[in-house]
């Protein structure tokens, strides 16, 4: 059973940047491949961006490509996810996800990952 909490979220303004950390225990966190997605009021849950197991591999939502960036410390059992040049319509609550890495695991897909965080509040003002 893996736990994972989020941190970071927080109020900034338009072009400011925030570093989201979520943090796992209660399993062996090298193995898991983990996921950011977002959530905005009347919206639906949408992928933001993942990393596999060991960093083979990154994945961006094309919208946030060059704007974010994910990385993982096993040592520490985190995954950061690190925000640039913020606007408004990032404004969401963010949240961690995490799934066994199979090989061929769709990260991209909300369905597939096991274990979630309880989310972190990032508002973006203009």
């Known amino acids: 059973q893996v736990q994972l909490v989020e941190s970071g979220g927080g109020l900034v303004q338009t072009g400011a940047s925030l570093r989201l950390s979520c943090a796992a225990s209660?399993?062996?966190?090298?193995?898991?491949?983990v996921g950011w997605f977002r959530q905005a009021p009347g919206k639906e849950r949408e992928f933001v961006a993942a990393i596999r197991k060991n960093g083979f591999g990154t994945i961006y939502e094309e919208s946030v490509k060059g704007q974010f960036t994910i990385s993982r410390d096993d040592a520490k059992n985190t995954v950061d996810l690190q925000m640039d040049g913020l606007k408004p319509e990032d404004t969401a609550i963010y949240y961690c996800?995490?799934?066994?890495?199979?090989?061929?695991?769709?990260?991209?897909?909300?369905?597939?990952?096991?274990?979630w965080g309880q989310g972190t509040q990032v508002t973006v003002s203009s």
């Open positions: 996800a995490a799934e066994r890495d199979v090989g061929f695991t769709n990260f991209r897909s909300a369905y597939v990952y096991t274990y």
């Open positions: 209660g399993g062996t966190f090298s193995i898991y491949g």
